[in-house]
Nanobody
Framework: QVHLVESGGGLVQTGGSLRLSCAAS????????MGWYRQAPGRQRELVAA???????TYADSVKGRFTISRDNAKNTVYLQMNSLKPEDTAVYYC???????????WGQGTQVTVSS
């Protein structure tokens, strides 16, 4: 069983910053991709950013230059540094782990990020 535990969400003003963390535990192979998705009310869940175990990263166009994803492989933890936040970044942010073994996919419980104007 694999568990993902997220932290770091909250309320921030426009232009502010937040850092999300997601720690994975359980039976995880070394070859995996960890990422962050978000879902705003009435909208589909979308990819925000992802990073492979080899540190290859990908970002949604809407967050490029503002968000930075990183990971600590020894801790099976992924981080999302969010700067210059905008009201349109308001959403529930979900951590995701895609394990090449299987493949298997896991989700965290979600953390709310609210950006006030």
């Amino acid at each position: 069983q694999v568990h993902l535990v997220e932290s770091g969400g909250g309320l921030v003003q426009t232009g502010g910053s937040l850092r999300l963390s997601c720690a994975a535990s359980g039976n995880i192979s070394r070859i995996n991709t960890m990422g962050w998705y978000r879902q705003a009310p009435g909208r589909q869940r979308e990819l925000v950013a992802a990073i492979t175990n080899g540190a290859y990263t990908t970002y949604a166009d809407s967050v490029k230059g503002r968000f930075t994803i990183s990971r600590d492989n020894a801790k099976n933890t992924v981080y999302l540094q969010m700067n210059s936040l905008k009201p349109e970044d308001t959403a529930v942010y979900y951590c995701n782990l895609a394990d090449a073994l299987g493949p298997r996919y896991y989700w965290g419980q979600g953390t709310q990020v609210t950006v006030s104007s």
